[in-house]
C-alpha cells in the first residue's frame, strides 16, 4: 500500500470502507442502466500496429500481447508458437521448437519476459523453459502443478493452477528462479464447475509489483504474501461470500450475480470491467485524486470504433482484432486508421492504449 489509500465513491459520491483486513472496499453500482465514459479521461494516445504476414508468420489467433523494450511478443497457442515484432508491426522472430528435445516444448500456454528472459509456460510437460530474448536456450525447471498462467518478479515465478486431484489444492504456487517451491497461497475450495473455465488474467505486474486475481475472484492479493488489498463488491449483484463461486455455472441466464472479468493495474490506474445484461462496464479508479468512474466506455479518440483491451502491460491497454472483423463491421475505419493496404486475410491489428501518468 506504498503509493497511495483509495477512497471509494458509489455512484460518483465520496466514501471509504476498510474491512479489518486492511483491504480497500470498492462498492460499484450493479444497475443496468449504465452512464457513458469517455476513453479519454484515461487513455492519452492510441497506437495501431497492424503485423506484418508471410510464410513464418501466419497467425492463427492471438492468445496474449506482451510490450518489451518496444517489442510487441505474441502468443499463439493453436500454431504453439510465439511471434515477435517491431513497434512498426514488423516481424522480427518466431519462437516455434515443438519436440522433446533441449530447449523443445509440447504445448505452449503461457509466458512472461523478466530481466531479458523469456519464461514459458510448457503445460504438456509441467515445465518452464528459459530463453533469453534473442530465442536462445537457457534452461527448464520442472514443476508439479498443472498451472495455466505466469508471472515472472524479482526471482520469483507465480504459476496460477487448475484444479489439483492430489491433497490440499492451492490456485496459486510460487517458486524461486531455480525451481525450488516457495509457498503455495490461495487454497482452493473442494469443489469446482468446469464451466467457469476462461481466459480472464489473473496476473498484473505493475512497477516491479505482483498482483493476482483468480478467475471469477472479487479479490484482487498483491505481493510474495499474496495478501488481499482490494474487494470488489458489486451493489445488489454481489455473489455471497460464504458459497462458492466454482459450483456455479456463471455463464448461465439463471446467474443472477455480477462477477469481475479482466482486470489491469498501472502506475495511475487500477481499472476491471464486467458484464451487466451483455453490457461491458468498466470500473476506473484514478489513483492520483482517489476518484472512481463506472460505466460503459466509449472510444471517443477513434470515432465509431469499439474498446474491448483484453490484456493490461504497464501502461498499455492492448487489444487485438481480427483483420476481416474490420472490414465487416467497421469498414470506414479503415480510412482513419491509415490501414488503406489492410486485406481480409492479413493478420490481426493490434491495438495500444496508452493510460495517462
Same mark, same amino acid.
Given at each position: 500500500?506504498?503509493?497511495?489509500?483509495?477512497?471509494?465513491?458509489?455512484?460518483?459520491?465520496?466514501?471509504?470502507?476498510?474491512?479489518?483486513?486492511?483491504?480497500?472496499?470498492?462498492?460499484?453500482?450493479?444497475?443496468?442502466?449504465?452512464?457513458?465514459?469517455?476513453?479519454?479521461?484515461?487513455?492519452?494516445?492510441?497506437?495501431?500496429?497492424?503485423?506484418?504476414?508471410?510464410?513464418?508468420?501466419?497467425?492463427?489467433?492471438?492468445?496474449?500481447?506482451?510490450?518489451?523494450?518496444?517489442?510487441?511478443?505474441?502468443?499463439?497457442?493453436?500454431?504453439?508458437?510465439?511471434?515477435?515484432?517491431?513497434?512498426?508491426?514488423?516481424?522480427?522472430?518466431?519462437?516455434?521448437? &515443438?519436440? @522433446? #528435445?533441449?530447449?523443445?516444448?509440447?504445448? *505452449?500456454?503461457?509466458?512472461?519476459?523478466? +530481466?531479458?528472459?523469456?519464461? !514459458? /509456460?510448457?503445460?504438456?510437460?509441467?515445465?518452464?523453459?528459459?530463453?533469453?530474448?534473442?530465442?536462445?536456450?537457457?534452461?527448464?525447471?520442472?514443476?508439479?502443478?498443472?498451472?495455466?498462467?505466469?508471472? &515472472?518478479? @524479482? #526471482?520469483?515465478?507465480?504459476?496460477?493452477? *487448475?484444479?489439483?486431484?492430489?491433497?490440499? +489444492?492451492?490456485?496459486?504456487? !510460487? /517458486?524461486?528462479?531455480?525451481?525450488?517451491?516457495?509457498?503455495?497461497?490461495?487454497?482452493?475450495?473442494?469443489?469446482?464447475?468446469?464451466?467457469?473455465?476462461?481466459?480472464?488474467?489473473?496476473?498484473?505486474?505493475?512497477?516491479?509489483?505482483?498482483?493476482?486475481?483468480?478467475?471469477?475472484?472479487?479479490?484482487?492479493?498483491?505481493?510474495?504474501?499474496?495478501?488481499?488489498?482490494?474487494?470488489?463488491?458489486?451493489?445488489?449483484?454481489?455473489?455471497?461470500?460464504?458459497?462458492?463461486?466454482?459450483?456455479?455455472?456463471?455463464?448461465?441466464?439463471?446467474?443472477?450475480?455480477?462477477?469481475?472479468?479482466?482486470?489491469?493495474?498501472?502506475?495511475?490506474?487500477?481499472?476491471?470491467?464486467?458484464?451487466?445484461?451483455?453490457?461491458?462496464?468498466?470500473?476506473?479508479?484514478?489513483?492520483?485524486?482517489?476518484?472512481?468512474?463506472?460505466?460503459?466506455?466509449?472510444?471517443?479518440?477513434?470515432?465509431?470504433?469499439?474498446?474491448?483491451?483484453?490484456?493490461?502491460?504497464?501502461?498499455?491497454?492492448?487489444?487485438?482484432?481480427?483483420?476481416?472483423?474490420?472490414?465487416?463491421?467497421?469498414?470506414?475505419?479503415?480510412?482513419?486508421?491509415?490501414?488503406?493496404?489492410?486485406?481480409?486475410?492479413?493478420?490481426?491489428?493490434?491495438?495500444?492504449?496508452?493510460?495517462?501518468?
Amino acid at each position: 500500500m506504498k503509493y497511495y489509500i483509495l477512497v471509494i465513491v458509489l455512484l460518483l459520491c465520496s466514501c471509504s470502507d476498510v474491512d479489518n483486513s486492511g483491504v480497500y472496499e470498492i462498492m460499484v453500482p450493479a444497475e443496468t442502466n449504465q452512464k457513458e465514459l469517455l476513453l479519454s479521461a484515461f487513455v492519452e494516445n492510441i497506437r495501431i500496429v497492424p503485423l506484418d504476414m508471410d510464410d513464418e508468420c501466419l497467425i492463427s489467433q492471438i492468445d496474449k500481447v506482451k510490450i518489451f523494450k518496444d517489442e510487441i511478443y505474441i502468443l499463439d497457442k493453436t500454431n504453439n508458437a510465439i511471434y515477435i515484432y517491431g513497434m512498426d508491426g514488423k516481424h522480427l522472430r518466431t519462437l516455434f521448437k &515443438v519436440g @522433446n #528435445g533441449p530447449g523443445e516444448y509440447l504445448q *505452449l500456454m503461457d509466458f512472461d519476459i523478466y +530481466d531479458n528472459q523469456l519464461f !514459458i /509456460l510448457d503445460f504438456g510437460r509441467c515445465h518452464i523453459l528459459k530463453y533469453d530474448c534473442d530465442l536462445n536456450y537457457i534452461d527448464r525447471i520442472q514443476y508439479e502443478t498443472y498451472s495455466t498462467q505466469i508471472a &515472472v518478479n @524479482n #526471482g520469483l515465478i507465480y504459476l496460477y493452477n *487448475l484444479k489439483s486431484q492430489k491433497g490440499e +489444492d492451492y490456485k496459486c504456487s !510460487i /517458486l524461486n528462479d531455480s525451481g525450488r517451491k516457495v509457498a503455495d497461497k490461495l487454497i482452493r475450495r473442494d469443489h469446482e464447475n468446469l464451466f467457469n473455465y476462461n481466459e480472464c488474467n489473473a496476473f498484473a505486474v505493475n512497477n516491479g509489483e505482483v498482483y493476482i486475481s483468480p478467475v471469477y475472484d472479487n479479490r484482487v492479493y498483491h505481493g510474495e504474501d499474496l495478501y488481499p488489498v482490494y474487494w470488489v463488491r458489486f451493489v445488489g449483484k454481489e455473489f455471497p461470500d460464504e458459497q462458492n463461486v466454482e459450483e456455479q455455472d456463471v455463464n448461465s441466464p439463471d446467474f443472477n450475480y455480477v462477477v469481475k472479468n479482466n482486470y489491469y493495474v498501472s502506475n495511475r490506474y487500477f481499472i476491471f470491467d464486467y458484464l451487466i445484461q451483455d453490457q461491458r462496464v468498466f470500473c476506473v479508479v484514478d489513483k492520483s485524486n482517489d476518484k472512481v468512474e463506472v460505466g460503459v466506455v466509449k472510444n471517443d479518440l477513434i470515432q465509431g470504433y469499439r474498446f474491448f483491451p483484453r490484456w493490461g502491460d504497464e501502461k498499455y491497454l492492448v487489444e487485438e482484432i481480427n483483420a476481416e472483423i474490420l472490414y465487416e463491421y467497421f469498414p470506414t475505419l479503415l480510412e482513419s486508421m491509415k490501414l488503406h493496404d489492410l486485406s481480409p486475410d492479413d493478420n490481426p491489428v493490434i491495438l495500444l492504449y496508452e493510460m495517462k501518468e
